[in-house]
């Protein structure tokens, strides 16, 4: 039997289920018992073996699983980004709705370049697509930074965590074991809310800036500017939007308490249970 996997895609078991594959299965067992002989099922048992072990090898059929993984990831991938969509409040589906405008009206334009020059627009094209999925994830993000910052008040928890400290001297000292984690907990929260609100700046600074790139090149392309010089523009967009991607996936990391602080956390619960008791 076959053991490769290329890409994370388990050939052996997409053969098996196969749709074709599976009918033939059902039609041996269909067979055996209007017959009421093994016979079908036996025969059926060696010709499946004999399927498992050439097709799931077969460049074709490793060729047509790719491209079923592909379409299903790219189902997934566009389900993902309608439903980032929705999530936005309207005046950020306004600008995503106009920035996708400004998109089409560039390729409008670039499609009544000559047959020559279609690689670059390709390439464009492909890019393009990139930078509108890019620029509805980093709205997203600063949508989610906003909320975060509105309803997480830094003031009212750097005043906690003063109380606590002064409270500590009079403390028993189980208590006081306890609080000196919430101090440092809520030290953390504070940290992090500034690191939020710094990338909430860079999220619109990013996001300004795809506008901003993307209204010239719409521009430029009405007077048939030079495709490749605009290929360079948006290669130079696109590094700009992935540094600023990963920096927002590294800060909003943050929003996930790690386990040592979970287990802080849980010993605390523990410990004022104990202190109530």
Same mark, same amino acid.
């Given at each position: 039997?076959?053991?490769?996997?290329?890409?994370?895609?388990?050939?052996?078991?997409?053969?098996?289920?196969?749709?074709?594959?599976?009918?033939? /299965?059902?039609?041996?067992?269909? *067979?055996?018992?209007?017959?009421?002989?093994?016979?079908? &099922?036996? /025969?059926?048992?060696?010709?499946?073996?004999?399927? *498992?072990?050439?097709?799931? =090898?077969? $460049?074709? #059929?490793?060729?047509?699983?790719?491209?079923?993984?592909?379409?299903?990831?790219?189902?997934?991938?566009?389900?993902? /980004?309608?439903?980032?969509?929705?999530?936005? $409040? $309207?005046?950020?589906?306004?600008? #995503?709705?106009?920035?996708?405008?400004?998109?089409?009206?560039?390729?409008? =334009?670039?499609?009544? *370049?000559?047959?020559?020059?279609?690689?670059?627009?390709?390439?464009?094209?492909?890019?393009?697509?990139?930078?509108?999925?890019?620029?509805?994830? /980093?709205?997203?993000?600063?949508?989610?930074?906003?909320?975060?910052?509105?309803?997480? !008040?830094?003031?009212?928890?750097?005043?906690?965590?003063?109380?606590?400290?002064?409270?500590?001297?009079?403390?028993?000292?189980?208590?006081?074991?306890?609080?000196?984690?919430?101090?440092?907990?809520? =030290?953390?929260? %504070?940290?992090?809310?500034?690191?939020?609100?710094?990338?909430?700046?860079?999220?619109?600074?990013?996001?300004?800036?795809?506008?901003?790139? *993307?209204?010239?090149?719409?521009?430029?392309? %009405?007077?048939?500017?030079? $495709?490749?010089?605009?290929?360079?523009? &948006?290669?130079?967009? %696109?590094?700009?939007?992935?540094?600023?991607?990963?920096?927002?996936?590294?800060?909003?990391?943050? #929003?996930?308490? !790690?386990?040592?602080?979970?287990?802080?956390?849980?010993?605390?619960?523990?410990?004022?249970?104990? %202190?109530?008791?």
């Amino acid at each position: 039997m076959p053991d490769e996997k290329e890409g994370g895609l388990d050939y052996l078991k997409a053969a098996f289920h196969w749709r074709a594959n599976k009918i033939g /299965l059902a039609a041996a067992v269909c *067979l055996a018992g209007l017959t009421a002989s093994i016979a079908p &099922l036996i /025969l059926v048992a060696g010709l499946e073996m004999m399927y *498992l072990a050439i097709v799931p =090898n077969n $460049p074709r #059929f490793q060729r047509l699983v790719r491209s079923w993984k592909f379409d299903e990831q790219e189902r997934e991938r566009a389900k993902s /980004l309608s439903a980032m969509y929705y999530e936005l $409040p $309207p005046e950020m589906r306004g600008r #995503f709705s106009a920035l996708d405008q400004v998109c089409r009206v560039i390729r409008d =334009n670039y499609k009544r *370049l000559t047959s020559t020059s279609q690689m670059f627009v390709d390439q464009m094209d492909s890019k393009l697509d990139g930078l509108s999925q890019s620029y509805l994830r /980093l709205l997203n993000s600063a949508f989610h930074h906003r909320e975060y910052l509105r309803t997480a !008040s830094v003031d009212t928890i750097r005043r906690e965590a003063a109380q606590l400290q002064k409270d500590i001297p009079n403390d028993p000292p189980k208590v006081q074991e306890i609080n000196r984690k919430r101090i440092e907990i809520l =030290n953390k929260r %504070v940290e992090k809310h500034e690191k939020i609100k710094e990338n909430c700046a860079v999220v619109d600074a990013q996001c300004a800036a795809i506008e901003d790139v *993307l209204q010239l090149i719409r521009d430029q392309s %009405v007077t048939m500017h030079d $495709p490749q010089t605009i290929s360079d523009h &948006l290669d130079s967009l %696109v590094k700009d939007v992935e540094q600023t991607e990963e920096t927002v996936r590294e800060v909003e990391s943050i #929003f996930d308490i !790690s386990p040592l602080a979970s287990a802080e956390l849980d010993s605390g619960s523990v410990s004022r249970t104990r %202190v109530r008791n």
